[in-house]
């Protein structure tokens, strides 16, 4: 057997993290605790070499990327006619439930819908685009590794600070 890459090693460590989080998570909301390993900054290097105001395919522009608040960072997209989408980056626990992912990330739409309307096709293919580039970066030697760790799976931030809490 050969020795792991970089990207299983991360990969593992992230899970791991994931797991771990959403299991504290879950417990904290149990008790009506805030979940308190936010913080940090914005992890720009993971959608690099997109910054603010980029230009994206089909009218959209990249308006901002936070810091990773109750478990995800969230990338807010600009378009003069259908305004702001926020996309919540997020970890997966090895079942993506968003419109694109990557081998760590899920990128969900959250729109207040409940899946129950199609993605705007456009908007969709921009986000698979994000996704790509996260795809390149995410297990770059520039990556913040406590940012992805503080990172937990949507179903596990749904639990911990219910839906309308994102």
């Excluded at 308190?36 to 603010?52: C, F, K, M, T």
Aim: glycine content about 10%.
């Amino acid at each position: 057997m050969g020795q792991p890459s970089r990207r299983g090693v991360l990969r593992s460590l992230v899970m791991g993290a994931a797991v771990a989080a959403s299991g504290t998570a879950v417990a904290a909301a149990k008790r009506q605790r805030p979940f308190a390993v936010d913080g940090g900054r914005a992890p720009w290097e993971l959608i690099y070499p997109l910054s603010p105001g980029a230009r994206l395919a089909g009218g959209w522009l990249v308006q901002s990327l936070s810091q990773v608040r109750k478990g995800a960072s969230i990338l807010t997209l600009q378009h003069p006619q259908h305004g702001e989408a926020s996309i919540h980056v997020c970890a997966h626990d090895g079942q993506p439930r968003g419109v694109a992912s990557t081998a760590m990330l899920d990128l969900v739409i959250m729109d207040g819908r409940d899946g129950d309307q199609p993605t705007n096709e456009r908007l969709g293919r921009v986000i698979m685009d994000i996704a790509s580039r996260i795809r390149k970066n995410e297990t770059s030697d520039t990556a913040d590794l406590r940012t992805l760790s503080r990172m937990m799976p949507h179903n596990a931030r749904i639990d911990a600070y219910g839906p309308e809490n994102l």
